[in-house]
């Protein structure tokens, strides 16, 4: 289904090892209910300070169950007692291209062009995605690609100029 493939392309780039991590769907009519259950290492990385994180991923996913005419009910369950991990550090050499990528999918599965595109802007970069995102949704977007970069020692941001709500 279209909502574990995005949440997979989410929460790679943020925990320790991508690809980890076991994602639940049930779909019952117009509902989906999805649970992701990161290993103990990530659980923090993807809860975030005071469940930031989780609430980003919650805002992300709902657009891409209407675009299906469907509602999600987004949850994340603990695996066994969390880990604390120190923040990657900066990365000069980081590379925006994977998050690039990923913005795109995103677009698509919400209905929106795929466009997306990024450019050096003094110590970080700046990416720009076409298409209309309601208020709400663009603001968890910006927040998680700081999210993404910052998971892999990098400084990105979402720029809105070309994301109009």
């Not at 980890?20 to 649970?35: A, P, W, Y």
């Not at 590379?95 to 997306?116: H, K, L, S, T, W």
């Not at 110590?123 to 993404?148: C, F, P, T």
């Amino acid at each position: 289904m279209i909502l574990e493939t995005i949440l997979r392309r989410l929460v790679d780039p943020v925990i320790l090892q991508p690809g980890t991590g076991f994602i639940e769907c049930h779909d019952k009519g117009g509902c989906v209910f999805l649970t992701y259950t990161p290993t103990p290492s990530d659980y923090g990385r993807i809860i975030g300070r005071h469940g930031m994180n989780y609430e980003t991923l919650r805002t992300l996913l709902e657009p891409v169950a209407w675009h299906s005419k469907k509602m999600v009910r987004f949850s994340i369950l603990e695996s066994a007692s969390p880990v604390r991990v120190l923040p990657n550090p900066p990365n000069p050499k980081w590379n925006p291209d994977g998050i690039v990528a990923i913005i795109g999918d995103y677009m698509e599965a919400v209905g929106q062009p795929r466009d997306a595109e990024a450019f050096r802007d003094g110590e970080g970069w700046r990416i720009m995605a076409a298409g209309r995102l309601k208020q709400a949704v663009a603001d968890a977007l910006r927040r998680w690609v700081s999210v993404m970069a910052a998971s892999q020692g990098g400084r990105a941001l979402l720029n809105n100029e070309r994301c109009p709500v």
